[in-house]
């Protein structure tokens, strides 16, 4: 939603901010047990190789995909912990039963996963896949709080095999795993930029890939790269949630080839993962290609981007990229055909791979630099309504590095690779772009009104570094930019576009006018955790975003601010406003501004506390000419019946004046 920028002289202006407050833990038994079956034996047995750890369709799911020598029954085993009893599963261990089938010709034996679901926040849990009497080691990982701030990691193009060495890429890439994790043990997902592998079918690379115990602790969310499209290992090792297997989103023959699209939401991400290898297709004149993706996207968020804050798109071909894949002739087509869908659709974050060096746009908007004035490297950008950051991922295990190629003269805009007027060197539509040939990761914290990017360097010139050791060149010193030290770091204040936050960029007003306007930017107004009172209620304060008001008119005539909020919302849990309540008060003196009284919150009264309009300030006719600043304490107490959750609100603020 769009809101006006203009100030009023009279009549009735609206604007809103946002209200959050995190309740804390209620009511959280859900039992283990949806999905729950009992594996058949299985007399043969079988060897058990690649197990991975994957996301699954939200926070209380993981997907374990793996390889069996033998076609039997079979299910992941699982269990908190702490029930474990020098080693042992309990009796009561629950497990998931496996799906799968036969593999693909040229590697043998067969496929299995499971879906695990049902899991319960803050739990340390062991799992192992097989059958009774034929189980793999036991591996574990734990969940956290389900609601709230969390970080996640970016991985651009282990492609492991790529330099002609798999050892060493495997060096390189479980490294880059291991420095990551021990910077950010807490890390939540482990998202795949694509690329996995130098080539599809081949097991040897699989294994590489695999090696590390990190990839069975840490949920996977895979992403399908060139490399990886042109067999069905992707499909069989790694498989996904919510997955769209149409022939649209395959760029080939499904049988032969791995594709799909699909999507997952992770506490406040709605992530949406697409084979970009799939870009065009007219050869049949189908629905296919980069329209198909379009309309899977416009489908996945209509349908579900109320149920998380933000909008993170993944896909491994990099449509804004630093190297030398930036003026390819399909990342052009993509070019045209994403960023306005991207930008209408409200999307925050695009993370992308396939260009094996470091990069992280200008705010862009239809596909176009939303803000001619953004600095190149800003710390902190605030994009507005459509506003789109797209990030590329360097190599995250060494074994291929590109170097940043100069623009060219084709243009600013669209499918354009000219300069940066503001740095020449760079494309049109980069803010950073960085090439040092070390490995990187990028770290993204998810926070309550921001998202956090971080380029981070995982190593150095010294090995493993698969691709320098192989004698390619490398301007790093261990010194000046060691492993942990940050090449890029911005801070994205998103706009949403469901209006839930709002940027206010407003002139002052012009002489002889009334006009308000948040003091700010798009604040969300974040309450906190609620803490519980007396273990009947629970109660969270905070302060709105202070309003400015000035008044500079002739006729002294009198004004009013007032202000309501809607529901608290949390997907489809929900507390009414009346639990809201207010003090108002000026902070600086002005414009004969007189603070109006305040009202409690409906809890303590069973009144409507702030479910109806409630004044904040006014001031009388014949008031002197001036400016005031008015700012308020929030109160807020709700019951302790109503569900844990992140809820959100609406403060809609209305400013009369006659
Ligand atoms: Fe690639």
Same mark, same amino acid.
């Given at each position: ?76 085993? %699982? *269990? ?16 998931? *039963?496996?799906?799968?089938? *036969? ?33 793999? !080691?036991?591996?574990?990982? /734990? ?13 651009? &193009? ?9 050892? /060493? ?68 090792? %790694? ?21 799909? &699209? ?20 007219? @050869? ?7 329209? @198909? ?19 993170? %798109? ?17 990342? /052009? ?15 925050? %974050? ?21 803000? !001619? ?169 905070? /302060? ?13 005539? !009198? ?31 002005? @414009? ?12 303590? &009264? ?53």
């Amino acid at each position: 939603m769009r809101f006006s920028t203009s100030t009023q002289a009279s009549g009735s202006v609206r604007r809103r901010l946002a209200v959050g407050v995190t309740a804390t833990a209620l009511g959280l038994v859900t039992a283990l047990g949806s999905g729950l079956t009992t594996a058949a034996g299985a007399a043969e047995p079988s060897t058990l190789t690649g197990i991975i750890l994957g996301v699954g369709a939200n926070e209380t799911q993981r997907i374990v995909s793996w390889y069996s020598s033998a076609d039997t029954a079979q299910s992941v085993q %699982l *269990a908190p912990t702490a029930s474990l009893v020098n080693g042992e599963f309990p009796a009561n261990a629950a497990t998931f *039963a496996a799906m799968g089938g *036969a593999n693909i010709a040229s590697s043998g034996g067969f496929n299995r996963h499971a879906t695990i679901t049902g899991l319960q926040e803050h739990t340390a849990y062991s799992y192992r896949v097989g059958t009774e009497g034929n189980w793999s !080691p036991t591996y574990a990982f /734990k969940t956290q709080d389900f609601e709230g701030d969390y970080d996640f990691l970016f991985f651009g &193009d282990p492609q492991i095999g790529s330099s002609g060495d798999v050892a /060493k890429d495997q060096a390189g890439w479980l490294d880059t795993l291991d420095v990551s994790l021990a910077a950010n043990p807490n890390a939540e997902l482990l998202v795949s930029g694509g690329d996995q592998v130098e080539t599809a079918n081949t097991e040897s690379q699989w294994n590489a890939f695999l090696a590390s115990d990190k990839l069975r602790q840490y949920p996977w969310a895979a992403t399908i790269g060139n490399h990886d499209v042109g067999g069905k290992a992707y499909e069989q090792h %790694l498989f996904t949630p919510n997955t769209d297997r149409s022939t649209s989103y395959y760029n080939g023959d499904p049988s032969t080839r791995s594709g799909g &699209d699909y999507w997952y939401i992770y506490k406040d991400v709605l992530f949406i993962d697409l084979n970009s290898n799939s870009y065009s297709n007219p @050869a049949d004149g189908s629905l296919g290609g980069d329209a @198909a993706h379009i309309a899977y996207v416009t489908d996945v968020i209509n349908k579900h981007g109320s149920e998380a804050k933000y909008t993170a %798109l993944v896909y491994h071909h990099a449509i804004y990229s630093p190297a030398s894949h930036a003026k390819d002739g399909d990342n /052009k087509v993509r070019r045209v055909d994403f960023p306005t869908v991207f930008s209408k659709l409200g999307v925050d %974050l695009v993370l992308q791979g396939h260009d094996h060096s470091y990069s992280r746009s200008y705010e862009i908007k239809n596909g176009e630099k939303a803000n !001619p004035a953004e600095q190149p490297g800003a710390a902190d950008v605030y994009p507005g309504p459509g506003g789109v950051i797209y990030v590329t991922a360097n190599s995250a295990s060494g074994s291929k590095y590109y170097d940043i190629t100069k623009p060219d003269s084709s243009g600013t805009s669209g499918a354009g690779n000219g300069a940066d007027p503001l740095n020449p060197d760079n494309y049109w539509y980069n803010s950073v772009e960085n090439q040092e040939h070390v490995r990187t990761y990028v770290k993204v914290q998810v926070r309550a009104d921001k998202l956090v990017v971080e380029n981070v360097r995982s190593g150095t010139c010294a090995a493993p570094n698969s691709e320098v050791e192989h004698g390619d060149w490398c301007n790093n010193t261990t010194e000046g930019q060691p492993v942990g030290s940050i090449v890029d770091k911005v801070t994205v204040h998103p706009y949403h576009a469901d209006g839930q936050q709002l940027q206010v960029n407003v002139p002052s007003p012009a002489p002889g006018e009334f006009g308000w306007t948040i003091d700010g930017y798009n604040g969300l107004v974040d309450l906190g955790t609620a803490q519980e009172r007396d273990g009947a209620y629970f109660e969270a304060t905070g /302060k709105i975003n202070p309003i400015l008001v000035s008044d500079s008119r002739r006729s002294l005539a !009198p004004w009013s601010i007032s202000a309501s909020v809607g529901d608290f919302r949390d997907a489809d849990k929900t507390f009414p406003g009346s639990y809201l309540g207010w003090t108002p008060y000026v902070l600086d003196a002005g @414009a004969g501004a007189q603070a109006s009284g305040a009202v409690p919150s409906g809890y303590d &009264d069973q009144g409507a506390g702030l479910s109806i309009s409630r004044g904040l300030a006014a001031a009388e006719q014949g008031h002197p000419r001036g400016s005031a600043k008015l700012g308020a304490d929030l109160d807020l107490k709700i019951p302790d019946s109503v569900d844990k959750g992140s809820y959100r609100a609406t403060l809609t603020i209305t400013a009369l004046s006659s």
